[in-house]
């Protein structure tokens, strides 16, 4: 009868997946991002810039727009790269768990572009560009979190660390 793997070895097999979940969720956040502010500026000085001031600024247009696209690029990326040893959905169930979490932080980069824009009055370049990389930084943590708790919540496979079939 094999001995089952010390709790070390668990820890450490835990520890490895997490930190490889982390690293590819942080580089196909990296490529997200680059579409994210790239396209939010992109429309925000062309396409948008005749939109009106009223509740809904350009820039938070500009935020929706951009937000959206760079949702579909993180979507394919966490699904076939980031998460792929946690999928235990079928597609469109993920696919709809991915949407509301990321419409969450999408109202998380919104409100923080809206508040900056409406309550604070900074309607530079620079003070929307900042909001939007607080709006950002606040959805990554809940994205995070999220994506693991609901979205990709099946356990990893036993075999995808090498130190889980271990024992100390």
């Given at each position: 009868m094999p001995a089952s793997p010390s709790l070390v070895a668990r820890l450490r097999g835990t520890m490895d997946v997490l930190y490889r979940e982390m690293v590819k969720f942080g580089i196909v956040?990296?490529?997200?991002f680059v579409v994210d502010l790239g396209?939010?500026?992109?429309?925000?000085?062309?396409?948008l810039s005749g939109y009106g001031s009223g509740p809904l600024s350009r820039a938070v247009v500009a935020t929706i727009i951009s937000a959206f696209v760079a949702t579909c690029v993180a979507w394919v990326g966490n699904r076939m790269w980031t998460f792929r040893h946690r999928r235990n959905r079928p597609v469109h169930h993920e696919a709809l768990l991915f949407a509301l979490?990321?419409?969450?932080?999408?109202?998380?980069?919104?409100?923080?572009?809206?508040?900056?824009?409406?309550?604070?009055?900074?309607?530079?370049?620079?003070a929307e560009n900042l909001a939007k990389l607080v709006g950002i930084a606040l959805g990554t943590l809940f994205r995070f979190w999220a994506?693991?708790?609901?979205?990709?919540?099946?356990?990893?496979?036993?075999?995808?660390?090498p130190l889980a079939a271990t024992a100390d």
């Open positions: 956040g990296a490529v997200a396209l939010f500026n992109v429309l925000r000085a062309t396409v979490t990321n419409g969450v932080a999408l109202l998380i980069q919104a409100a923080c572009v809206g508040f900056s824009h409406h309550v604070l009055g900074q309607e530079s370049l620079v994506y693991r708790r609901f979205v990709f919540s099946r356990e990893p496979l036993e075999d995808t660390s």
